[in-house]
Nanobody
Framework: QVQLVESGGGLVQPGGSLRLSCAAS????????MAWYRQAPGKQRELVAT???????NYPDSVKGRFTISRDNAKSTVYMQMNNLKPEDTAVYYC?????????????WGQGTQVTVSS
């Protein structure tokens, strides 16, 4: 059974930091591209960070330089360090695992963790 369990969300003041974790099980973690998405109320879900099986990372301009994604294959866990948080970072953050083999996509989602940035 595939599981992605996020943790580390919470309430933080502007300028503060949080570290999200996503523990994976039920699939070969090291073969998958892992990503964090977020969804704010009334908005579409957006990609925040990705890390490939080869540890290549990518970020949108909105979080570049503030967020860092990393992975520990031994622990089947992906992390996201979020620094200098802004009120516009407030959202539910979701962990995603993706692998496409011969045109077939295997894609899994976690249940999400709330991040609220407010004074």
């Amino acid at each position: 059974q595939v599981q992605l369990v996020e943790s580390g969300g919470g309430l933080v003041q502007p300028g503060g930091s949080l570290r999200l974790s996503c523990a994976a099980s039920g699939f070969i973690f090291s073969l998958y591209t892992m990503a964090w998405y977020r969804q704010a109320p009334g908005k579409q879900r957006e990609l925040v960070a990705t890390i490939t099986a080869n540890y290549r990372t990518n970020y949108p301009d909105s979080v570049k330089g503030r967020f860092t994604i990393s992975r520990d294959n031994a622990k089947s866990t992906v992390y996201m360090q979020m620094n200098n948080l802004k009120p516009e970072d407030t959202a539910v953050y979701y962990c995603n695992a993706d692998r496409t083999v011969l045109g077939t996509s295997e894609n899994y989602w976690g249940q999400g963790t709330q991040v609220t940035v407010s004074s």
